[in-house]
């Protein structure tokens, strides 16, 4: 019998049950269980799961608590520039995409780039240019103007900081997170893997984070798994850590749970890096993996019921 599941992610990072009240626990773990909910609906309608993906992760990015879409830090000079990318593990098919604003929905942005697109990645303006020509929608700023987002902000400016949204020192302690992921496995065996952040808080340069990238922090092929990362994102670029998750499978026969636990346990770690990642594999097996005090995670599959988890 063909199995179906689906996991998602709202950002790993300094999340304690002490600093953490009953009702916004509650609004975190219905965000999640909304997405996840909404994604294994498409599965269920014999949707793909690229349609999955896509799906739970416009749903978090339209919801304020997490940081992608709606929910975005702000930048240094007091913008929202978001990356996002998805992959399609039955051809490799990818879109990506870095540095827009006011977009809606990012990873619409980035479905539609791999879909009529010839290209791959597209940045900034010229990423807004073809959202415009492929008629998404677009909000205003107040639409992304968070009061606890402009309050980090601002901290972050008076420390003169960049803020990772979701970790400790050297970033400074945060509760209120997340990058937002999913991966899923459909009826008819494909894999697929979304990612979306709004970034740092203070960052500067048009720096641009592992969520936009192919093997960094997004990865699908139907022989290995699909993974969605989140975390400090400088070191998932530097440990491919999305990527390393399969090339593990398919090169050391590990198993999903034995190849993820080496990257963000050994891999990322050992060179500094805090964070987790979400994966699952042709077989319906799923991992959810962080080196972190937390990481907002749920899953639902063939194999079992509904999962919703916060802290370690
Ligand atoms: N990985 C994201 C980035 O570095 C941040 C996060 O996951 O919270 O842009």
Known sequence: ????????????????????SLPKENNYREGLKEALLEGWKYLNENKSSVDAVERAVE?????????????????????HEMDASIMNGSNLDAGCVSNISNVKNPIRLARSIMDCSEFVYLNGRGAEEFARQMNLDFESDEYFFDKYRHEQYIDAIKENKVKLDHSGDPYSSETKLGTVGAVA????????????????????YERIGDSSIIGAGTYANNITCAVSCTG???????????YEVSALMEY?????????????????????????????????????KFNTEGMY???ISSNSDIYIGIYS
Do not use: P, W
Request: glycine fraction near 14%; charge should be positive; aromatic fraction near 4%.
């Open 185 to 204: 496995l459909d009826n008819k065996g494909n894999l697929a893997a979304a990612t979306s952040t709004g970034g740092i808080t203070n960052k500067k």
């Open 252 to 288: 050391r026969q590990l198993s999903l749970e034995e190849a993820c636990n080496i990257v963000v346990n050994i891999k990322v770690k050992e060179i500094g890096g805090d964070g987790g990642l979400i994966a699952i594999d042709k077989d319906c097996n799923i991992s959810l």
């Open 59 to 79: 749903v978090l990015e339209n919801n304020s608590l997490f940081n992608a879409g709606r929910g975005s830090v702000f930048t240094n000079s007091g913008k």
């Open 232 to 242: 400090q994102g400088e070191f998932f670029i530097r440990t491919v850590a999305a």
């Open 1 to 20: 019998m063909t199995k179906l599941g689906i996991a998602i992610h709202g950002g790993a990072g300094t999340i304690r049950k002490s600093q953490m």
């Open 297 to 299: 995670r749920a899953y």
